[in-house]
Nanobody, 123 residues
Framework: QVQLVESGGDSVQAGGSLRLSCAASKDRISRYCMGWLRQAPGKEREGVAVMDSTGTTTYTDSVKGRFTISVDNAKNTLHLEMNSLKPEDTAMYYC?????????????????YGQGTQVTVSS
């Protein structure tokens, strides 16, 4: 089964940028539906961006135009480029994977998660 390790979280000012990475091992992520989810204190975890095995991507409305999900198959690594960050983007961000066929930000259910990386955006 795939194992996922996130990195790249940090504390930044509003308007800043961050690039999260998710290094995968034990399996090739090109086989999986891959996604980034986040959970803020006191809130439910929400899908942020999802990429299916064909490279098709979907995003939650609040990050469209600001975040970009991408994959480096040679390095077996998933990325999330985050620009124009807002305080409401503050959350623990998780990389996730699943072999299921429903692979959109609205419908995907993930079976594998990383440990998370913290993103804090100050105003």
């Amino acid at each position: 089964q795939v194992q996922l390790v996130e990195s790249g979280g940090d504390s930044v000012q509003a308007g800043g940028s961050l690039r999260l990475s998710c290094a995968a091992s034990k399996d090739r992520i090109s086989r999986y539906c891959m996604g980034w989810l986040r959970q803020a204190p006191g809130k439910e975890r929400e899908g942020v961006a999802v990429m299916d095995s064909t490279g098709t991507t979907t995003y939650t409305d609040s990050v469209k135009g600001r975040f970009t999900i991408s994959v480096d198959n040679a390095k077996n690594t998933l990325h999330l480029e985050m620009n124009s960050l807002k305080p409401e983007d503050t959350a623990m961000y998780y990389c996730a994977a699943d072999l299921g066929t429903l692979c959109t930000v609205e419908a995907a259910i993930f079976g594998y998660y990383g440990q998370g990386t913290q993103v804090t955006v100050s105003s």
